[in-house]
């Protein structure tokens, strides 16, 4: 229970949260939904179903068998004909089977049905399960798989699949019905998909029919993405401004969705992304999702004649440089940081969940952004897009970056670092002040723990997003925030970053703080990083560090002075544990140190490559 002297603070955060126009967006669609004052059915059928020629989601066949691992290509595309789906980029999960399969929890059984109004399903039941997973193959990733297939081989197997399968979908979720009408932003990525299918495979009955309704949805219940000041509303701009490019003379609401899509988009963009190129979500995940769905809506935009304004452009630009500062560039991979649900909306290529190169390659093509010379552009990302290579830059090499929303990264020679030290503008995903991310070349060292799921039994209800498994300085074993109900929190952490500068002989220096309480000073060497903690006296009875290690990691690489232990993950317990990917736990170790620190106190870790 939030003590009563905290309250007017609390209320100023939940405030701030949402915004004079988010609540008031949010309550507008809180009362509808108690009315049920939201369309229960499309009410128009477009008036033409053929696609439009030129396609703006076409691919061109011969591009794509130059630019791809075909004999990979074909393997996925199989194994999705079979019947099967690779669910979060990461685990092959089976397909559901048949109509009723679409509505059914793969992992409790829960039938949600398929006639309840998309507003009345629950979406964080327990017994129900999580939704995600119920979501997954509903945003038709695997559509992508089999557009793929076709296009190398020209076997109808695959065509053929994609059709059964919609036309399963269709059955099981008549639109505007049922879970996976459920939320807007997957009615948006969903339709992504379907456009690529549908300019890419043979006609499909239904299809154009299922892409109009989408439009209809998504604009009906805007206002809610727009009010929680994430990526849903990003996806769900995106969706709009696709389906009114594409139903424009054909549908009497299209003009109107291409207008409004291409408006709050931009604007949406300049809000969420930060002039440093930090996303509104702190993390990494959901920030390549934002950067898709600016590409493909680029994409829509430029078919009919328009463009997201240089503003919005500007801001797409800067979260390029951001992941440039952080990127591995030989594996593309970037800090495990923030929340990370598996979400890969645009999987336009073969490479791996974790590999960043694909979204950095469609940013920079689009837009004409230099890319380093030694991030490979990823070939069948410009393949599905039609788009030539993006300029070469410099190669990256040693150097520091930061930014005023209180991050910063360094490289020098094989070591990669990235610090998080920043204040809110708006809330928190995990509870991360001070945290450490470390790697050596390509090998991750000292890592962020990820999500793993959101709404499992417990201990596994988002326990990761807590202090206690980052790497960061805790005192007295208190969260430097107060959590809410779901996504929320009632009060937010604040941390500054103080310095981050390279230093005359090739090392970086950062330095950041908790103001009044602990300070933490980054040395950044080739092989090897100094972290100094200091916190101040009279603050905390105890305080305490721990360091989370990539299961690949060997503890003795981490050391604290003075006492400190390993702590293995153990089942009921989220310390210990990696989470790559959604629904993905992996055990590991982490290294434990505890003060006490009434005088204050002080902790010495070095972290080495070898």
Same mark, same amino acid.
Request: glycine share 8%; hydrophobic share 45%.
């Given at each position: 229970m939030l003590p009563v002297s905290r309250w007017p603070r609390a209320a100023h955060t939940l405030a701030r949260t949402f915004g004079?126009?988010?609540? !008031?967006?949010?309550?507008l669609h809180e009362g509808r939904r108690a009315t049920g004052r939201f369309r229960r059915a499309p009410r128009y059928t477009p008036s033409i179903l053929a696609a439009p020629e030129p396609h703006p989601f076409r691919v061109d066949a011969g591009l794509l068998r130059t630019a791809t691992d075909a004999d990979a290509a074909v393997r996925r595309a199989g194994r999705v004909a079979d019947g099967f789906h690779h669910a979060y980029r990461w685990t092959w999960l089976p397909l559901p089977a048949g109509p009723a399969a679409w509505t059914t929890h793969p992992g409790t059984g829960h039938a949600h049905g398929a006639e309840a109004p998309w507003w009345t399903v629950p979406h964080l039941s327990a017994a129900a399960g999580d939704i995600k997973d119920l979501w997954e193959p509903g945003r038709f990733g695997w559509a992508y798989d089999l557009v793929r297939g076709h296009l190398l081989t020209g076997d109808a197997r695959y065509a053929d699949a994609f059709r059964a399968?919609?036309?399963?979908?269709?059955?099981?979720?008549p639109a505007f019905r049922g879970p996976q009408w459920g939320c !807007?932003?997957?009615?948006? $990525?969903?339709?992504?998909?379907?456009?690529?299918?549908?300019?890419?495979?043979? /006609?499909?009955? #239904?299809?154009?029919?299922?892409?109009?309704?989408? !439009?209809?949805?998504?604009?009906?219940a805007i206002g809610y993405a727009v009010s929680q000041r994430n990526n849903h509303a990003i996806s769900e701009a995106a969706g709009l401004v696709a389906l009114g490019a594409r139903f424009r003379g054909a549908h009497p609401e299209a003009e109107r969705w291409l207008r409004t899509g291409r408006r709050l988009l931009a604007r949406l963009v300049t809000e969420q992304f930060a002039e440093d190129g930090w996303y509104v979500q702190h993390s990494f995940t959901y920030l390549r999702v934002a950067l898709d769905?600016?590409?493909? @809506?680029?994409? @829509?935009?430029?078919?009919?004649?328009?463009?997201?304004?240089?503003?919005?452009?500007? &801001? $797409?630009?800067?979260?390029? &440089?951001?992941?440039?500062?952080?990127?591995?560039?030989?594996? #593309?991979?970037?800090?495990?940081? #923030?929340?990370?649900?598996?979400?890969?909306?645009?999987?336009?290529?073969?490479?791996?969940?974790r590999?960043? =190169?694909?979204? *950095?390659?469609?940013?920079?093509?689009?837009w004409g952004l230099p890319l380093p010379s030694n991030v490979r552009a990823c070939a069948e990302t410009l393949a599905w897009l039609g788009m030539a290579a993006p300029p070469a830059a410099p190669p990256l090499g040693d150097g520091v970056w930061s930014g005023a929303s209180g991050w910063a990264a360094a490289r020098v020679g094989l070591t990669q670092v990235f610090l998080r030290a920043g204040r809110y503008g708006a809330r928190p995903s995990h509870m991360d002040p001070l945290h450490l991310d470390v790697r050596f070349g390509a090998r991750e060292v000292?890592?962020?723990?990820?999500?793993?799921?959101?709404?499992?039994? /417990?201990?596994?209800?988002?326990?990761?997003?807590?202090?206690?498994?980052?790497? #960061? /300085?805790? *005192?007295? !074993? &208190?969260?430097?925030?107060? =959590?809410? /109900?779901?996504f929320l929190w009632y009060l937010w952490p604040e941390a500054d970053l103080l310095r981050a500068a390279r230093q005359a002989d090739g090392s970086v220096a950062l330095e950041a703080?908790?103001?009044?309480?602990?300070? &933490?000073?980054?040395?950044?060497?080739?092989?090897?990083?100094?972290?100094?903690?200091?916190?101040?006296?009279?603050?905390?009875?105890?305080?305490?560090?721990?360091?989370? *290690?990539?299961p690949g990691a060997d503890p003795r690489g981490v050391r604290v002075d003075g006492p400190s232990e390993v702590t293995e993950a153990a089942e009921g317990s989220p310390v210990g544990w990696y989470s790559p990917a959604y629904g993905v736990r992996l055990p590991s170790r982490a290294v434990h140190a505890r003060r006490d620190a009434a005088n204050g106190a002080r902790f010495q870790t070095t972290i080495l490559a070898d």
């Open positions: 004079a126009r988010g609540a !008031g967006l949010r309550a399968r919609l036309d399963a979908f269709r059955a099981g979720n !807007g932003q997957e009615a948006a $990525i969903r339709a992504f998909a379907l456009l690529y299918a549908e300019a890419n495979l043979p /006609p499909v009955p #239904g299809l154009a029919e299922t892409l109009a309704a989408s !439009g209809e949805r998504i604009a009906d769905q600016c590409v493909l @809506a680029e994409r @829509a935009l430029r078919a009919a004649g328009l463009a997201l304004p240089r503003p919005a452009v500007d &801001r $797409i630009a800067a979260a390029a &440089r951001l992941l440039l500062a952080v990127v591995h560039p030989d594996t #593309g991979t970037v800090p495990n940081h #923030g929340a990370n649900d598996g979400a890969f909306v645009h999987p336009v290529t073969l490479a791996e969940y590999d960043f =190169r694909p979204v *950095l390659t469609a940013v920079c093509a689009t000292v890592v962020d723990a990820g999500t793993f799921a959101y709404n499992a039994p /417990p201990p596994w209800k988002n326990p990761l997003v807590t202090a206690r498994v980052h790497n #960061g /300085p805790v *005192l007295d !074993g &208190r969260e430097p925030g107060v =959590r809410g /109900p779901r703080e908790v103001p009044g309480r602990v300070r &933490r000073t980054v040395h950044v060497a080739d092989g090897r990083v100094e972290v100094t903690d200091r916190i101040e006296p009279g603050v905390a009875r105890e305080a305490e560090v721990r360091w989370l *290690l990539h």
